[in-house]
């Protein structure tokens, strides 16, 4: 199910003012693959989402999912289409007056789904969810969490074949959010389902998307594998959202002067070991203390930054930075936090 839009714009006239919610943009998002969508708020990531799930055409430009064109959908294959597409909210949007069962039943009944057959979807849906003991209960006795975990069997009813998710954890604690999460990830490899998932957190996209793209405006303004936007973002709004990490300062009672240098490195993925740091020490005749690190982990990816304070004569540091500078793996980060 590869999701493939060519010059999508999407314009809003709000008391004859022209909103440009999405500008000509071009994204491929892979049939099988998590794709994170992040921005911050009014960038548009709603607004996209509807346009792939058919609540909305596009201005301009073209919507084609898995090989068909969605603009030329009406009808019955238009309301199939429609059947494919799950999605779930950060408010859940689940019926109040309705039990769990019953808010899964409603989508059914919905799509004439068979009667016979009702029941059984039902238990496995919530199996599937683990909610098997919540069936009768009614949205307000839920938790955030389980409520979501409705939400997604809802959306898996009709046995789409991709899943959006609109900032579905950002209502939710951090613990449950991580259990949202697995939640989708193993929806995405058990099931094969593509999941289109947009989100204003970057620690969403670190636990779970495969690939990312970051917009602001209306644009996609970078795509990247997740551990390639977190280790070398390159658009300044992708680098605000990884600013956490890189957000290293040089402790104040640093002296830096013209015997001592403080850098960062970075090691990326394999080589992000300690031992490094060691074989500066035996190679170079310099005094290194460590000031601060720290190791991200993407996914299973060690992504390592260590801020080394170095002293020594200048020509032996500068030898050990051209040694730092061709190390494989190793790279000198920069830092993008401002230091005061
Ligand atoms: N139905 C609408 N009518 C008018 N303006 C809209 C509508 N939907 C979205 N917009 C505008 O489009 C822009 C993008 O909104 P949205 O897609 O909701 O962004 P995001 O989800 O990234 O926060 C915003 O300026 C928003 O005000
Ligand atoms: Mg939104």
Redesign the pocket.
């Known amino acids: 199910m590869a999701i493939v839009l060519e010059d999508v714009s999407k314009t ?1 006239e ?1 008391k004859g003012k022209r ?1 440009e ?1 999405l500008k000509k943009l071009s994204l491929t998002i892979e049939e099988g693959e998590i794709f994170g969508l992040i ?10 989402l509807r346009l792939i799930n058919l609540l909305e055409a596009p201005s301009s430009g073209k919507v084609n999912v898995n090989g068909t064109e969605l603009g030329s959908l009406t009808g019955e294959d238009l309301r199939i289409r429609r059947q494919k597409i799950g999605m779930i909210f950060q408010q859940f949007n689940l019926i109040e007056s309705k039990t769990v069962y019953q808010n899964i039943e409603f989508v059914l009944k919905a799509s004439k789904y068979d009667k016979k057959k009702m029941r059984g979807r039902i238990e496995e849906l919530l199996d599937l969810v683990g909610l098997g003991d919540k069936a009768d209960s009614y949205p307000k006795n839920l938790s955030g969490g389980q409520k979501q975990r409705v939400g997604i069997a809802r959306a898996l009813a009709n046995h789409p074949d991709v899943l959006l998710c609109d900032e579905a954890t950002s209502a939710l604690d951090p613990d449950t959010t991580k259990t949202i999460l697995k939640l989708l990830k193993r929806i995405n490899r058990e099931l094969g389902i593509t999941i289109v998932l ?1 989100t204003h957190e970057m620690e969403v996209i670190k636990e779970v998307a495969d690939r990312v793209g970051v ?1 602001t405006e ?1 644009e996609v303004v970078e795509i990247d594998d997740v551990y390639s936007i977190f280790s070398h973002p390159k658009h300044d709004v992708t680098r605000g959202f990884v600013q956490d990490i890189y957000d290293f300062v040089i402790p104040s009672h640093i002296d830096v002067n013209d015997r001592s240098e403080v850098i960062t490195i970075k090691f990326l993925n394999e080589h992000a070991e300690a031992n490094y740091v060691n074989q500066l020490y035996r190679h170079f005749k310099c005094d290194i203390s460590i000031l601060n690190g720290r190791i991200e982990y993407i996914h299973d990816m060690p992504l390592g930054f260590l801020m080394l304070h170095i002293k020594g004569e200048p020509d032996e540091v500068a030898r050990l930075k051209s040694f730092i500078d061709e190390s494989k793996g190793i790279e000198r980060a920069e830092i993008y936090a401002e230091i005061d």
């Open positions: 809003y709000v909103i919610a921005g911050f708020s009014g960038a548009g990531k709603s607004t996209l947009i917009m209306g």
